[in-house]
C-alpha cells in the first residue's frame, strides 16, 4: 500500500494531509481546513471510498472548515462515504448526523472504519 503524507500550515499550525490508493479503494483524511485544499489536490481527491474532513462547526472559524463548506467539497469530490472530524461541541451529534446525507456522518472517539485493501 502507498501512502502519501504531506504537512502544511494550517492557521500557523502543522496540518497533515493523508491519501492511500489500493486496487480502486482509495482513503483521504485531511486535518486541514477544506476550503484551504488546492484545485490540484481537489482533482486528486475525486471519487474516493471514504473521505475524512475537518468540520469545526456551523459557524466559521479562522483555521477550520465549517459543516457547510465541508458537505460542498463533499458535493464536489463524491466519496462513497465520509466522516466528518474536528467537531465542536456546538455540534448536537444527533440532529447533526439526522441533517446529513446518508453517507457523510460525524466521527467519534472510538470509530473504526474498514474498508477492503486488496
Known amino acids: 500500500?502507498?501512502?502519501?503524507?504531506?504537512?502544511?500550515?494550517?492557521g500557523g499550525m502543522p496540518a497533515a494531509k493523508m491519501r492511500t490508493a489500493s486496487a480502486g479503494l482509495p482513503l483521504a483524511v485531511s486535518t486541514q481546513p477544506c476550503?484551504?485544499?488546492?484545485?490540484a489536490s481537489m482533482e486528486?481527491?475525486?471519487?474516493?471510498e471514504v473521505l475524512i474532513l475537518d468540520a469545526l462547526?456551523?459557524?466559521p472559524h479562522?483555521?477550520?472548515?465549517?459543516?457547510?463548506?465541508?458537505?460542498?467539497?463533499?458535493?464536489?469530490?463524491k466519496p462513497q462515504r465520509t466522516f466528518f472530524t474536528h467537531i465542536c461541541?456546538?455540534?448536537?451529534?444527533?440532529?447533526t448526523n439526522a441533517?446529513?446525507?446518508?453517507?457523510?456522518r460525524l466521527?467519534?472517539?472510538?470509530?473504526?472504519?474498514?474498508f477492503q485493501i486488496a
Request: no cysteine; charged share 30%.
Open 44 to 48: 486528486k481527491l475525486r471519487g474516493l
Open 99 to 104: 441533517a446529513l446525507p446518508s453517507h457523510v
Open 62 to 77: 479562522p483555521t477550520h472548515s465549517t459543516v457547510e463548506n465541508s458537505l460542498r467539497i463533499v458535493e464536489e469530490l
Open 57 to 59: 462547526r456551523h459557524r
Open 1 to 10: 500500500m502507498k501512502m502519501v503524507v504531506r504537512v502544511a500550515r494550517s
Open 35 to 39: 476550503s484551504a485544499i488546492p484545485a
Open 107 to 114: 466521527s467519534h472517539d472510538g470509530l473504526r472504519v474498514e
Open 89 to 95: 461541541h456546538d455540534l448536537s451529534h444527533e440532529e
